[in-house]
């Protein structure tokens, strides 16, 4: 099972308080702080990745323009579920992202418990 | 820029009782604005926040070192959202709900989780307003910190000021009308 996880964020206190749930889990967590730099990762460690965290509103690369590379039909990582965390709760932004492939959609703010359970979500359960 | 208190053009502002306002800033007043900053404290620190009555826009001023973000709605009316915390309760805020000791933490940490606060009380805000039919998007976030700052404005400039306590937090919200 791939047991890392990717957070794109561009708030370095939002990927903190994901890595305090993501450790819970006794999982790792590497850290974006947009898209461009998630997509970098991705392309070093996508084997490893299990799941992608992802923002929506960031400054140079967004989460929708990360998305659609994501979800490209030759990306390569099309397979890797992707769970928007953001506070983007527009129901046409959020269809716009289901329409893209998001697995799981989670509101900012949440709690750490909140977090834990939609990764268990997103991963099948398996941690 | 120093002011002495009562000088301040801030002071003298229209106050959010203004009878003026029209049926957005109406709209922007009767979305709970306290459920919005209630709901983000709560989830994110546990901290539950309670309004504090105001008697005039004098007392939602902090006159101590205080960090401020302010974002753009850019809607059917334009707005802008400013959200404000002494920077000492800022660090304690910040450091409960990330669990990094206050000795840790540095400026731009504060700055960022202010940010973030500030995003998610606009994302509620936001929420609240597009049943309603009023659709809003946000810039990206603007921080300003430091001593003895004020934000100035024209002094006829519509606004809503709003001061919230919870424990030893306390934590300022105004929305201008742009």
């Known amino acids: 099972m791939s047991t890392k996880i990717l957070s794109v964020d ?16 006794g999982l790792e967590l590497l850290e974006a702080s947009d898209g461009e730099e998630g997509l970098s ?16 509103n960031m400054p140079g690369m967004n989460g929708m323009e990360f998305l659609k590379r994501v979800k490209a039909p030759n990306s390569g990582y099309k397979g890797i579920p992707v769970m928007m965390v953001t506070t983007e709760s527009e129901k046409t932004a ?18 750490v418990e909140e977090l834990t359970k939609k990764i268990r979500m997103c991963l099948g359960g398996k941690v | ?69 302010v974002y753009f709605m850019n809607g059917p009316k334009n707005a ?8 000492a309760q800022a660090y ?22 202010v940010d973030e606060i500030t995003n998610m009380i606009s994302g509620k805000i936001k929420a609240q307003l597009s049943p309603l039919g009023y659709q809003y998007t946000n ?4 921080s300003i910190y430091g001593k003895e700052y ?13 001061k919230y306590k919870g424990g030893t937090l306390e934590l300022v919200l105004r929305i201008l009308f742009i």
């Open chain 2, 150 to 162: 004020f934000i100035l404005h024209k002094s006829k400039l519509k606004n809503i000021a709003k």
């Open chain 1, 94 to 111: 959020i269809v716009q992202a289901i329409q893209l492939g998001v697995s799981n959609y989670m509101l900012k703010p949440f709690d």
């Open chain 2, 1 to 69: 820029m120093d002011f002495p208190n009562q000088q301040h053009p801030l002071l003298n502002m229209s106050s959010s009782n203004d009878p003026d306002n029209n049926e957005i800033e109406m709209k922007f007043k009767s979305i709970f604005l306290f459920n919005a900053v209630h709901d983000v404290l709560q989830a994110m620190a546990g901290i539950s926040m309670n309004e504090v009555k105001v008697e005039s826009v004098k007392d939602v001023h902090f006159t101590e070192s205080c960090v401020s973000t």
């Open chain 1, 41 to 56: 990762v991705l392309a070093q460690e996508h084997k490893d990745i299990g799941l992608i965290l992802l923002d929506w």
């Open chain 2, 92 to 113: 304690t805020l910040v450091s409960a709900f990330t669990r990094i000791p206050v000795s840790e933490l540095r400026p731009d940490n504060i700055s960022d989780a």
């Open chain 2, 139 to 142: 810039s990206h976030c603007f």
């Open chain 1, 10 to 25: 561009d708030s370095a206190i939002i990927r903190k308080i994901i890595r305090n749930g993501v450790e819970l889990l």
């Open chain 2, 80 to 87: 802008m959202l400013i959200v404000s915390i002494p920077t």
